[in-house]
């Protein structure tokens, strides 16, 4: 095995610690909120993409569609996302945020910046955009490899 590859795969056993590290402090940061870490995800990929089918969200967060539709129908009870009718696709409607939706992401997404100021102080511009650029090319490089597997039916929430 190369050089590169043992340092690239000494990136990626930072990345599990780091998910499970993120996920709690995501978890404690929702426990005043009726969101869950899942409902989180789902707004944060509307938000980022706009109103898009249960199937193409499942698609961007690696979910299996079922699991996404759980997400979608919690927070339709939350009154945090709406459906409306879908041109590409009858039987697939669009999930967008409602303005009670997008209210609540910006609300828990600006908390979570100010967490993430104090880290980023600490560290120089310049290798945040390289750490982004690595991450970039072990997210696309492993979702070729993946492509035929199937997800993982872990839930979210």
Same mark, same amino acid.
């Given at each position: 095995?190369?050089?590169?590859?043992?340092?690239?795969?000494?990136?990626?056993?930072?990345?599990?610690?780091?998910?499970?590290?993120?996920?709690?402090?995501?978890?404690?940061?929702?426990?005043?909120?009726?969101?869950?870490?899942?409902?989180?995800?789902?707004?944060?990929?509307?938000?980022?993409?706009?109103?898009?089918?249960?199937?193409? %969200?499942?698609?961007? $967060?690696?979910?299996?569609?079922? *699991?996404?539709?759980?997400? &979608?129908?919690? !927070? #339709?009870?939350? +009154?945090?996302?709406?459906?409306?009718?879908?041109?590409?696709?009858?039987?697939?409607?669009?999930?967008?945020?409602?303005?009670?939706?997008?209210?609540?992401?910006?609300?828990?997404?600006?908390?979570?910046?100010?967490?993430?100021?104090? %880290?980023?102080?600490? $560290?120089?511009?310049?290798?945040? *955009?390289?750490?982004?650029? &690595?991450?970039? !090319? #072990?997210?696309? +490089?492993?979702?070729?490899?993946?492509?035929?597997?199937?997800?993982?039916?872990?839930?979210?929430?």
């Amino acid at each position: 095995m190369s050089a590169d590859a043992r340092q690239l795969y000494a990136v990626l056993r930072y990345v599990r610690p780091l998910h499970l590290l993120s996920a709690r402090a995501v978890t404690a940061a929702l426990a005043d909120e009726q969101i869950t870490m899942g409902v989180r995800a789902l707004l944060e990929t509307i938000d980022a993409g706009g109103a898009a089918p249960v199937p193409a %969200i499942g698609r961007t $967060l690696s979910m299996p569609r079922q *699991v996404i539709q759980r997400l &979608v129908d919690q !927070a #339709l009870v939350l +009154g945090l996302v709406a459906t409306e009718p879908n041109p590409a696709h009858k039987r697939s409607p669009l999930v967008s945020l409602t303005e009670a939706g997008r209210a609540a992401f910006d609300r828990i997404h600006e908390a979570e910046l100010r967490n993430l100021a104090s %880290i980023a102080s600490g $560290l120089d511009p310049d290798d945040i *955009v390289a750490a982004i650029r &690595v991450l970039d !090319a #072990l997210a696309t +490089g492993v979702t070729r490899l993946t492509s035929d597997i199937p997800p993982i039916s872990e839930e979210l929430s």
